[in-house]
């Protein structure tokens, strides 16, 4: 197999099935097998069919005939849907019933005012969900509420589904939700519906939400709040003509959406008359199948099954395989002639260009879904890297107190720019300290450069490198304090470096330096040193190297790197904190107290730097841009601070204090604010940042990142960042460090113009490090600051990093 084709088969699968709104057949096992042969995965079927909306509109119309019937006063008991008849229902026990996915009545309304048509809705919902769970259903999609009842609709329909979760145990529920209630296409008028009945003195009862383009990710909000973010709770999201703001396409993509609903109407026409997807929508699926568990798609009224009624017609496999042409993108919906962009249906009209065969095809938008499979964005380093870590949550490293395996390490070193640009810091320091004119702490002219935690001795090779590109000699100590590393160095300093370095196994902070010919000990010019986590001084980088100061020349010495900051943004993850949710009440009472190492990939940013939010009705993605080349990253740019800043070496005068203050005495002052004598309170930070929130959400936590100056010379400066405001500009596609998370116990429900206060604290008590960290949320009315929440105050002290 080619290696093109090796990588096409680690592409995500589409899983697409075939929806119709008002399907004419029972589905039956020979149906599904068909679909199967043209190349669909899953068709859908309704739970109940016409017989049973019939009797329920007769069960109505008798009801309301009887209250006017009836005396003034006189109070009837509500209407009473009898069981399920064979005839209510197409469904069955079979075995592939797993295989469908069932919808519930689309023409009951749950959330009505009006209590006759609530309770005989609820009725209907709780019959279908039933009887599905009995039949062996999977997967259950029920329409979404109806937006117009206001709030208090929305929370009687939440409710149902509340219920529903536990009537169908097994049952996957997906509430289908259109993308943006505002484009929302026109409902048809469906005479048997049931809001149709509702009692005049109930019509525009229950405050009409204001209802704006978050309206119905807000309602969607509610519902998976008041099931508490339940596992088998998710979105089935119907996707429109015209896509929405890139604020609420990335707001969606965050959400537990598991299918996608393409009706008829979100596909366009292109100059060859076929049926295409805007670029928006190629991208907001490529994003969205990129996710650890992807969505399906649903095929929506895009006609019948074709050749169920003809089994001489010939049918053929969708594979994909569609010429560019006509694959070839149409005119967008955003384009300013959206006007003569016709519907499909209009488009049925169009007469194809006379002169060519056209090859007519049985299932069009099947054929333009399996071609988008094909011709996926490629893979970026980081996605080929982590494929399979989306989301997942790590407790972070403590190299400090664990020793690594080998494989931990191996995964490090495949790194295909962090040692990279640790070589060309070396080699620019070197450079500079010969253009400096600076003494070495050798005896022959040499730089001492010492690594220190040195692992396996990937920097070790990168210093020896160094030297060799410049021509500048070294001579290199390798520090290492993991007994099982200090083996493996052995063996490449005589098998690779030719014995040229020396090896000590030590704690760096128990190093008394390079030993002298005559006994004493010497210093070292250079500190190359890796010890940063994702939140920069995590692992603690600032206690060892503090520790390993002495060594250095004090007149000269550098340290690689020289500084590095921590950064954070305020984020909304529904899916991550479901999980904490779970592990908290089985594994860890502590999960919202840990700051998780976590390849992010399904949240969403709530604060967006002003530029980009700005920006965004622009199209982000340029028309004549190539399906592969789409880039998937967050299309809107987060609002990332600075939250501290730690540098190399530091001033004598503090680690002075600092030594003075080690062992308690009077003159060293009365103590640490948190424990122990304060001898490492130098390395206590805190900071309070202010994020403006753009849009309404629910913050969940904190994403951290870190950014790190390795050297800054006559050259410019090194640097690596994961910070995703500037990792691109500074060490695109380094793969070693994942975000960090920190999780907040209780979500924060945030309005749109208002603002996140975030204090977080690095802590320390002479024996261990950790955070503390708070959210604060506030709304200005009226020039006046008015607090709307605030979170606990979380703190990892029991989970800290032991010094
Ligand atoms: C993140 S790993 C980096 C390893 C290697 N430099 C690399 O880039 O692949 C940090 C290393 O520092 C070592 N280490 C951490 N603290 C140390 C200390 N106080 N003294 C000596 N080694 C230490 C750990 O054992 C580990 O091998």
Request: charged letters at 20%.
């Amino acid at each position: 197999m080619d290696s093109e084709n090796d990588s096409a088969e680690l592409m995500p699968m589409f899983y697409v099935g075939h929806h119709e709104t008002k399907r004419a057949l029972p589905v039956s096992t020979q149906l599904v097998h068909h679909a199967q042969d043209l190349g669909y995965d899953m068709l859908t079927t309704p739970i109940t069919n016409a017989h049973f909306h019939t009797r329920v509109l007769a069960l109505l119309s008798s009801y309301r005939q009887a209250v006017s019937d009836a005396p003034p006063k006189q109070i009837l008991p509500l209407p009473l849907i009898a069981a399920l008849d064979a005839v209510d229902t197409p469904l069955t026990p079979s075995d592939t019933i797993s295989q469908l996915v069932t919808f519930t009545s689309s023409w009951i309304d749950l959330a009505s005012p009006d209590p006759v048509i609530a309770h005989l809705s609820r009725q209907v919902f709780n019959l279908e969900i039933a009887y599905a769970a009995f039949c062996g259903v999977v997967t259950v999609v029920v329409p979404g509420p109806a937006l117009t009842h206001g709030a208090n609709g929305v929370s009687q329909f939440a409710r149902a589904i509340k219920e529903a979760l536990s009537t169908g145990s097994y049952i996957q529920l997906h509430v289908m939700m259109p993308m943006d209630v505002t484009k929302c296409a026109e409902e048809k008028e469906d005479l048997g519906n049931l809001a149709r009945f509702i009692q005049p003195e109930f019509v525009g009862q229950g405050q009409a939400m204001d209802i704006d383009e978050f309206g119905a990710w807000d309602a969607w909000n509610v519902i998976r709040t008041m099931s508490r973010y339940h596992s088998r709770l998710s979105v089935a999201l119907e996707l429109p003509r015209r896509f929405p703001s890139l604020a609420l396409q990335a707001r969606w993509y965050s959400e537990p959406v598991r299918l996608l609903n393409l009706p008829a109407s979100s596909f366009l026409v292109n100059a060859r008359g076929s049926f295409v997807l805007s670029k928006p929508h190629q991208h907001f699926i490529f994003r969205c199948m990129r996710l650890r568990s992807s969505p399906w798609l649903l095929l929506t009224d895009i006609g019948p099954i074709p050749g169920v009624n003809d089994p001489e017609m010939i049918m053929s496999y969708s594979t994909g395989h569609l010429s560019p042409e006509t694959a070839a993108d149409a005119l967008g919906p955003e384009s300013p002639t959206i006007s003569t962009s016709p519907t499909p249906a209009e488009a049925v009209k169009i007469p194809k260009k006379s002169g060519k065969k056209t090859y007519d095809d049985p299932a069009p938008h099947l054929s333009y879904i399996r071609y988008l499979q094909r011709n996926q964005p490629i893979k970026s380093t980081l996605e080929r890297f982590g494929g399979g870590f989306q989301d997942y949550l790590q407790s972070p490293l403590q190299p400090l107190t664990d020793n690594l395996e080998s494989i931990t390490y191996e995964v490090f070193e495949k790194d295909p720019i962090k040692y990279a640009w640790y070589e060309r810091a070396v080699a620019q320091a070197l450079q500079d300290w010969v253009a400096q004119k600076k003494s070495t702490s050798s005896d022959n002219g040499a730089v001492v450069i010492a690594v220190t935690g040195a692992g396996r001795g990937p920097l070790v090779t990168r210093a020896l490198n160094a030297s060799e590109s410049t021509g500048i000699p070294v001579r290199v100590f390798a520090i290492e304090k993991n007994p099982n590393a200090y083996v493996l160095l052995q063996r490449h300093n005589m098998e690779e470096w030719s014995g040229r370095v020396t090896i000590v196994k030590t704690d760096m902070r128990a190093w008394k330096g390079p030993m002298l010919p005559d006994g004493s000990y010497g210093k070292v010019d250079i500190i190359v040193s890796e010890l940063l986590g994702s939140f920069a001084d995590n692992e603690l980088s600032p206690e060892c190297l503090d520790g390993v100061q002495h060594v250095l020349n004090p007149e000269h010495g550098i340290s690689i790197p020289s500084s590095y900051t921590a950064h954070m943004t305020p984020i909304s993850t529904p899916r991550i904190w479901s999980d904490l949710l779970s592990r908290s009440t089985t594994i860890d009472s502590s999960a919202f107290d840990i700051p998780w190492v976590v390849m992010l990939s399904q949240f969403d940013y709530l604060s967006i730097s002003s530029a980009s939010y700005a920006s965004q009705s622009q199209s982000q993605i340029p028309k004549d841009a190539k399906m592969s080349q789409m880039k998937l990253d967050s299309p809107l740019i987060p609002n990332v601070q600075t939250a501290w800043e730690f540098s190399h070496p530091l001033p004598p005068s503090v680690l002075a204090q600092s030594a003075l203050r080690r062992g308690g005495s009077a003159i060293g002052g009365g103590g640490g604010f948190t424990g122990g004598d304060g001898a490492n309170e130098h390395n206590f930070r805190f900071c309070k940042l202010a994020f403006p929130i753009q849009d309404q959400g629910v913050c969940h936590g904190l994403a951290g990142y870190f950014e790190t100056v390795l050297y800054a010379g006559s050259q410019g400066s090194v640097e690596l960042s994961t910070n995703p405001v500037t990792m691109e500009e500074k060490s695109q596609d380094m793969i070693s460090w994942f975000p960090i998370f920190f999780p907040l116990k209780t979500p924060i429900q945030v309005p749109a113009g208002s603002e996140l206060e975030i204090s977080m604290w690095r802590q320390t008590d002479d024996r261990k490090v950790w955070y503390e960290w708070l959210v604060e949320s506030f709304v200005t009315v009226n020039n006046r600051r008015l607090r709307l929440s605030i979170s606990d105050l979380h703190s990892s002290k029991s989970n800290g990093c032991l010094m």
